[in-house]
């Protein structure tokens, strides 16, 4: 599986407060309306102008602070197909997977790019594909790319309980 | 080779010997949610699935917008209130009874050797008893109510050896202060960390709280310290099994801490890893002051403000909050006197719960405005207002600037 989307380019430690604000997180429920408020205290261009297939590449130790699974949703709804940082978070790093979000590790490709470059990532052979560069991933393991791409963890368990009543 | 704190207790709870990096299924002790239950709920009923696996594995605390201060939040609680008398749980506790994280310790849900899970990153505050207890996912929980297990990766650890004695008026959380601003905000980020050595072994269990909550701001799994015979008199049991972290054990790191030699200290907005010295920014002004919170709301944190606040006003210019962390708390406040000195110098008391930690509601700031906290985060907009500014510190320092209206160093206070 590929992805090929725009860069949305950011520093190191964004937090989940500047993703998905406290204040939202009692009080909106539904996804679509989560995706108006992704990323609203740090860059308030991004709800307007992101469009499906997106991937935000970020520094280190993205997703850190609350434990909040809406900073992982609100992206994903908002339309972004991939989150590509130099460390992320352990919490956002499971809430990611656990929403169906591809959150890719690697510490060079936020230094090569710049904001609206196109960035390609082989999900199989774990590759980045900056300006022709060919970046290395570890990839995920089967167990972990099939809950992502299920969905996420609760259509994932949904499904393979199904599997194992038929 | 020797073993480190998780690595013995996963071991212990799975018959067989776990080493760091290991990916293990594991059925938690407990798992905890907080008003964010609502939402787990709904993950819960897409699942399918009709009762909880183990009715005795969840603890659901209301505290983070307690009470309810908008219909949405009214509706939540609701909700919560007739799934538990649905799913017929025994461990709900409604809003009032305190923060999630001192509510679960004061009821002995964490102990010694046990496993703590919880839809909350500062869940990682159980270490202090002993207990390996980590933040998850809403989803996680409800899979956890689904099937009673979750998978987690064992981690690799990072010992801190503190020694030295506190200056006055430098507490616990200075130095989870310092520690952050010296290996950064990411600086344990996957691992767990060990608080070891003759501080922390002086230390009572709520300062011990205060750096294991305060260890996910270092990135951190986990923040243990092994437990005593203050664990065991905290508990309310006589006999305490410790640990016993074996010092050759493959520690990604041994750092030295000689607490001695750390003042008073702030985090600078926006990340808690932006610390310095008080000194370096003493004078600002400040519009707030918010005393609680899951590392700072406990007896002694209040008990030290009003030695400092006794006798003497609250600046005028400055709104002073206060939140104790649970009803237990509240109670002894009120029994010791703490609860007056604070009262008649100015400080507004309010009541258990997590308070304007969050931004969700009490407390907000206006454009502008700056807040001392003594709460774990400084985030841009963290108290509901992007256009305002926190600084994080001690309890002694947020009472000492309460009384000038500028950041101070509380060690002036005695001279």
Redesign the interface.
């Known amino acids: 599986m590929r992805i090929k989307g725009r860069v949305w380019k950011y520093g190191?430690?964004v937090?989940t407060?500047?993703i998905f604000?406290?204040?939202y997180?009692?009080?909106i429920?539904d996804e679509g309306e989560m995706a108006k408020h992704a990323l609203?205290?740090?860059d308030p261009s991004f709800s307007k102008d992101v469009k499906a297939g997106d991937i935000i590449v970020a520094g280190?130790?993205f997703g850190?602070?609350?434990?909040?699974?809406q900073a992982?949703i609100c992206l994903k709804a908002a339309g972004v197909s991939a989150v590509v940082a130099k460390?992320f978070?352990?919490?956002f790093f499971?809430?990611a997977i656990?929403?169906g979000l591809w959150a890719i590790t690697n510490d060079k490709v936020q230094d090569m790019v710049e904001k609206w470059d196109t960035v390609e990532i082989d999900l199989e052979k774990g590759e980045i594909i900056v300006c022709d560069r060919r970046l290395r991933f570890q990839p995920y393991p089967e167990q972990i790319k099939k809950i992502i791409e299920a969905g996420?963890?609760?259509p994932y368990?949904?499904s393979s309980?199904k599997r194992r009543r038929q | 080779m020797g073993k480190t704190a998780v690595e013995k207790i996963f071991s212990k709870r799975l018959s067989r010997d776990i080493a760091a990096g290991e990916i293990v299924v594991v059925k938690p002790d407990f798992v905890l949610s907080h008003?964010?239950t609502?939402?787990i709920i709904?993950?819960f009923r897409?699942?399918?699935v009709k009762q909880i696996e183990n009715p005795e594995q969840p603890v659901i605390i209301l505290d983070?917008?307690v009470p309810a201060s908008?219909s949405?939040?009214a509706n939540?609680h609701k909700k919560i209130r007739e799934f538990v008398v649905e799913q017929k749980l025994s461990h709900f506790f409604d809003i009032g009874e305190g923060i999630c994280h001192q509510v679960l310790a004061e009821q002995g849900f964490a102990v010694p050797w046990s496993i703590v899970l919880g839809?909350?990153?500062h869940?990682t505050t159980y270490g202090a008893l002993g207990a390996f207890s980590t933040?998850?996912?809403?989803?996680?929980v409800?899979?956890i109510w689904?099937?009673g297990e979750l998978w987690l990766r064992v981690p690799e650890t990072i010992r801190f050896v503190i020694t030295g004695r506190f200056q006055p008026y430098v507490l616990p959380k200075d130095l989870a202060l310092y520690i952050i601003g010296k290996i950064g905000?990411?600086g344990a980020?996957?691992k767990s960390v060990e608080f070891t050595g003759e501080t922390v072994e002086n230390m009572s269990i709520a300062s011990r709280m205060t750096l294991s909550n305060m260890s996910v701001e270092m990135?951190a799994?986990n923040g243990f310290c092994d437990a005593d015979e203050k664990t065991a008199s905290f508990l309310g049991i006589d006999r305490i099994t410790p640990i016993l972290p074996d010092p050759d054990a493959d520690y990604e790191q041994v750092i030295d801490i000689d607490a001695s030699t750390i003042p008073p200290m702030v985090a600078k907005p926006h990340?808690v890893?932006n610390v310095s010295p008080v000194d370096d920014v003493e004078g600002i002004k400040i519009d707030q002051v918010f005393f609680g919170t899951c590392t700072n709301g406990r007896v002694e944190d209040f008990e030290i403000a009003a030695r400092i606040l006794r006798g003497k006003k609250v600046a005028r210019s400055v709104r002073v909050l206060a939140f104790p962390a649970s009803r237990k708390v509240l109670l002894e406040l009120v029994k010791r006197g703490i609860y007056e000195t604070l009262v008649e110098s100015g400080v507004v008391m309010m009541n258990p719960g997590c308070g304007p930690c969050?931004?969700?509601h009490e407390g907000v700031l206006a454009d502008g405005e700056l807040c001392l906290s003594t709460a774990n985060?400084n985030?841009?907009?963290?108290m509901?207002n992007?256009e305002s500014s926190i600084y994080l510190a001690s309890p002694a320092t947020a009472a000492a600037s309460a009384i000038t209206g500028v950041i101070t160093n509380p060690q002036e206070m005695r001279r």
């Open positions: 190191d430690n937090n407060d500047v604000p406290g204040k997180t009692y009080s429920f609203e205290d740090l280190k130790n850190c602070g609350s434990s909040r699974e992982a460390s978070a352990r919490i499971r809430n656990n929403a996420g963890l609760i368990i949904k309980t | 008003d964010n609502a939402a709904d993950h897409e699942l399918g983070h917008t908008t949405k939040y939540n839809a909350d990153s869940t933040g998850i996912g809403r989803k996680e409800a899979a689904a099937t905000a990411d980020l996957y990135g799994k990340t890893d969050l931004g969700a985060r985030f841009k907009g963290r509901g992007p």
